[in-house]
């Protein structure tokens, strides 16, 4: 660890990553870095890359799975104040990456706007949410997103506008090492109205997805708009299958809940096993949304 000596107040070497994963499993990360700031960010980034060390980038943790033999990178954890800030202006907002969506929701119903409450009980950060493109089966974020603020392949920071920006199922071209901000146009509403559409949108997803377990949110994407990836897991029989610790959710059989004592490699096996009874009954190759580091 000689070469991050002067980065060693923020470095902790062969460091458990369980804690910060929603599953709540897997080894440990052979470095994770809590940057307090943008220029420890750059910083850390550009000797990374002078020491060929690999990086992932942590937030929220909710769409990661960590192997059980741990991660041999350079994991930047992103929680600091620096990237967590929210600022509004008229109906454009901008967050920083390491904001939780449930925060970023509520700040922008309090100031009376509307269009992100789609997004009521989807976890995750802000970062996540616009690389991942975040949503249901009408809506996701990327229709949104006015502008996202990066640190591109050469540790240099960029701004990429809408023209810039593609997003599709799931999914969008922010390929970038790091997000650090998205901007968002909004519409304007009445606060109390954005709160009861938030509470019915909670409501029908507390009693459909099992909430309140340690999971992963949605594991696959859909195929195709019409074809959603858990009615073909429910219809291949495999609700309430497991695998060791891991078990395909009753309630909702796009998710996977690890159950005390499971182990990444369950949910592992778990998944190559739906991926292989949904092939063979219905010729849909499920594609992960989900990251195994």
């Known amino acids: 660890m000689h070469s991050f000596d002067d980065f060693r107040a923020i470095i902790k070497a062969d460091e458990p990553l369980a804690p910060h994963i929603w599953f709540r499993l897997g080894g440990p990360a052979a470095f ?3 940057p307090r700031t943008l220029d420890e960010l750059v910083g850390l980034l550009r000797r990374c890359h002078q020491e060929q060390v690999p990086v992932k980038i942590l937030s929220g943790g909710s769409n990661v799975l ?14 600091s ?20 969506l449930t925060a970023l929701i509520s700040q922008t119903a309090r100031s009376g706007l509307a269009g992100l409450e789609f997004l009521t009980g989807i976890p995750g950060t802000v970062g996540g949410a616009v690389r991942g493109n975040a949503g249901d ?15 591109d392949a050469s540790d240099e920071i960029q701004v990429r506008d ?10 969008s071209n922010l390929d ?37 377990h340690q999971s992963s ?24 299958t497991r695998v060791g610790g891991a078990e395909v959710s009753d309630r909702h059989a796009n998710f996977i809940v690890a159950q005390p004592g499971a182990k990444a490699d369950d949910v592992l096996h778990l998944i190559d096993q739906i991926r292989q009874r949904v092939w063979q009954q219905f010729g849909y190759e499920l594609e992960l949304q989900l990251q195994v580091w």
Request: charged share 30%; hydrophobic share 45%.
């Open 32 to 34: 994770l870095a809590r």
């Open 66 to 79: 960590v192997r059980d033999e741990g991660v041999k990178a350079m994991v930047i954890h992103l929680e």
């Open 81 to 100: 104040p620096a990237f967590s800030d929210v600022t509004v202006r008229d109906n454009i907002v901008e967050a920083g990456a390491a904001v939780p």
């Open 137 to 151: 089966r009408q809506v996701a974020i990327g229709q949104l997103v006015r502008k996202a603020t990066v640190i």
């Open 162 to 171: 809408r023209d810039d920006l593609s997003f599709a199922d799931r999914a």
């Open 176 to 212: 970038e090492p790091v997000i650090l901000s998205a901007e968002f146009e909004l519409e304007g509403s009445d606060p109390e109205a954005v709160v009861r559409r938030m509470r019915r949108i909670w409501i029908v997803k507390k009693e459909n997805q099992p909430y309140g």
């Open 217 to 240: 949110g949605c594991m696959f994407k859909n195929p195709t708009a019409d074809v959603p990836a858990g009615t073909l897991i429910e219809q291949a029989g495999l609700k309430g």
